[in-house]
């Protein structure tokens, strides 16, 4: 069983920046972040795969970046210029798997509570 446990989330203005972190209670192969929007599904952010692939959201491109400090079991996403539709609850999730990470739900076994993004314009 992996815990996890999100911070940082809150409100700022369009263009502004926020840096949600996630610390885990081991060591998993597989993290990403997801976010829910209301009304909206559950949709995937960006995702690590170890300790050096990553791959990012069409939506996040060029403004997010997910990263690891493995020696805290911390999964980081810097969020940049943000815009009212990145508002959203973001959530950590990790998966037993060893290969073969990606941006589906079920491929994720644990999730976090969520933390709340509000970006007002």
């Known amino acids: 069983q992996v815990q996890l446990v999100e911070s940082g989330g809150g409100s700022v203005q369009a263009g502004g920046s926020l840096r949600l972190s996630c610390a885990a209670s081991?060591?998993?192969?597989?993290m990403a972040w997801f976010r829910q929007a209301p009304g909206k599904e559950r949709e995937g952010v960006a995702f690590?795969?170890?300790?050096?692939?990553?791959r990012h959201a069409m939506s996040a491109k060029g403004r997010f970046t997910i990263s690891k400090d493995n020696a805290k079991n911390t999964l980081y996403l810097q969020m940049n210029s943000l815009m009212p539709e990145d508002t959203a609850m973001y959530y950590c999730a990790a998966g037993r798997r060893t290969y073969g990470c990606s941006l589906n739900k079920p491929d994720y076994n644990y999730w976090g509570q969520g933390t709340q993004v509000t970006v007002s314009s």
């Open positions: 690590m795969s170890g300790d050096v692939i990553t």
């Open positions: 081991g060591s998993v192969y597989c």
